[in-house]
């Protein structure tokens, strides 16, 4: 009788165990869906401001506080509310794209469009490659995110101070390589938080996920145009 006992104590383990394995994957799946729809509404964001770009030059500072804003307040304001969440969601990636317009279309204009798609194509296979990490390895790493987010403050002020103070070409080489990194170990971070349930909601998920995606992707472009000297 007591063999038994235990027998059945383990299958209900082992069957709990499945149901949040279940539960993960399927939150995982929906995470990258949004993050999918997310680089498209980016996109989409881009596409439809290219032929401004002037414009979008002239009001950059505007449409970077707006992102800000809405990366703050907005998605603040809308989480756990459905629906609400995914519109603040769709409005700030694609913001996000309109505020990519001058990087991407001064490449254009030098006659390197192709290294947006190598861009992009890198940092999709090296974003897969550590998220792919993050989920396969036994190392915790959810004690990494206070030294990850002093870093990004000292890498913030560095950026700030190279960019209206020392304008050293070097120095901007180190900090973009320095991004790179940053939001390469961000990536292995996010990722495994996504996995133990760090994460009220998808959609929360979907945007942390989303900008260092973003941030490693503008980060390889520029680096791309730094070493064929544009």
Do not use: C
């Not at 998920?205 to 989303?210: G, K, P, R």
């Amino acid at each position: 009788m007591g063999l038994n006992d235990r027998d059945y104590a383990q299958a209900e383990a082992y069957e709990g165990e499945n149901i949040h394995s279940e539960a993960t994957i399927a939150f995982l799946k929906k995470t990258y869906q949004l993050l999918g729809a997310s680089m498209i509404a980016a996109a989409a964001g881009a596409y439809a401001t290219m032929p401004y770009a002037e414009t979008v030059i002239q009001y950059k500072w505007f449409i970077f506080g707006f992102e800000l804003f809405m990366l703050f307040v907005g998605l603040g304001m809308t989480r756990n509310k459905p629906g609400l969440n995914l519109a603040a969601l769709f409005v700030f990636t694609f913001a996000t794209g309109v505020s990519l317009v001058p990087l991407l279309s001064y490449i254009i204009g030098a006659g390197n469009g192709a290294m947006i798609g190598n861009a992009f194509l890198m940092t999709s296979v090296l974003f897969g490659s550590l998220s792919l990490f993050a989920i396969n390895s036994k190392t915790d790493f959810s004690s990494w995110g206070k030294p990850l987010f002093i870093i990004l403050i000292v890498v913030i002020i560095a950026s700030l101070i190279n960019a209206f103070l020392l304008h050293s070409p070097i120095m901007h080489i180190i900090i973009t390589a320095g991004i790179l990194l940053l939001f390469g170990i961000f990536t292995i971070y996010d990722t495994q938080n996504i996995i133990n349930g760090a994460y009220e909601s998808e959609v929360d998920a979907a945007v942390s996920l989303y900008l260092d995606f973003l941030n490693m992707f503008t980060a390889i472009l520029q680096l791309l145009g730094i070493m064929s000297d544009d």
